[in-house]
């Protein structure tokens, strides 16, 4: 099945959901004059008034961890108006098989990993190689608050309010060579704290991989913090990976390697089930999964008697941003 396409190669279908730069930067000011408190006067369009109401709500209320250094609040890149999830939810439902496969599990057990010191190791096909401690890698571009829209493939969404900054800046900096053309992620692997590590579920470290394209598309996060503060263990404390037109599971948690190579990376999930989870796993509601049905989602938080599934959005949403990436490509044989 290939994508809807228009004369440019590429469907700008993009959803109603997702606002320009401008409504979003007018809810950051809004924030700033309530910090001032002179808000009640700029509170004139509907916009502004859901702003308040969800920020207020939500992402001033984040976990207890401590705040993230150097984190800013510009937001960039593709934002949304929809209701942030609870920092509850996105911190006590997740998926990270090496504390466990229950959601509740990496809530439970994480606090085992230590997240520092902390060390990523660049090679590979790459003119500057080397460790890097977590406080280069933190310093290395000014972060940025972005709210993404989540989706896992066994069909849950969050929003999320991530920080951190787009992975393309540190790509730049260590100069891949020319013959690379993917990049590979290996994450931790720490027996003594993740205990699920000895069950075969998973050929472990967990391992990702992305297209040279899609690593440096602005929109790939390389994510430290949330919701303001450092990731708490279970999201991928201290530094993991966010591309959010793709399955949750693409997003690599703890990371400690990023190589640059000329093969595709066999992924931890395409070694486990290579029919079920593609190399590229692009959200796509006309592609199923072959056990289940892509085409909906339930919104984590929204559970209750009468919260209606949601129709699962191509590129999660970000088709304008990503979808030429993939012009021309039969998205049914790549999936
Ligand atoms: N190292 C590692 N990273 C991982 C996983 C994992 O099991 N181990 N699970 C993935 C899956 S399936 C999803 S949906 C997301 C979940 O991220 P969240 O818990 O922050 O929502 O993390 C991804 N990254
Ligand atoms: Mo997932």
New binding site residues.
Partial sequence: MFIKTNRNGFSHGVSSEITDRCVYEGRRDLIKLLATGVAGAAMTSWASREALAQTAGQTLKPGKLAPLAGGKSNLAGAVTMEKVTDYKD?SSY?????FGTDKSD?AKNAHALKTSPWTVEIEGLVKKPGKYGLEDLLKLSAQEERIYR?R??EGWS?VIPWVGYSLSELIKKVEPLGSAKYVEFV?QLDPKAMRFVDSPVLDWP?VEGLRMDEAMNPLTLLTFGMYGEVLPN???APVRLVVPWKY??K????IVKIRFTDKQPLTAWNKAAGNEYGFFSNVNPNVDHPRWSQATERRIGEDGLFAKKRKTLMFNGYEAQVGQLYAGMDLKKFF
């Fill in positions: 996105a997740n998926n990270f098989y090496e990496p989540m896992c493939v969050m994450t967990y279970q999201s991928g949750g599971f997003s690599g948690k703890s």
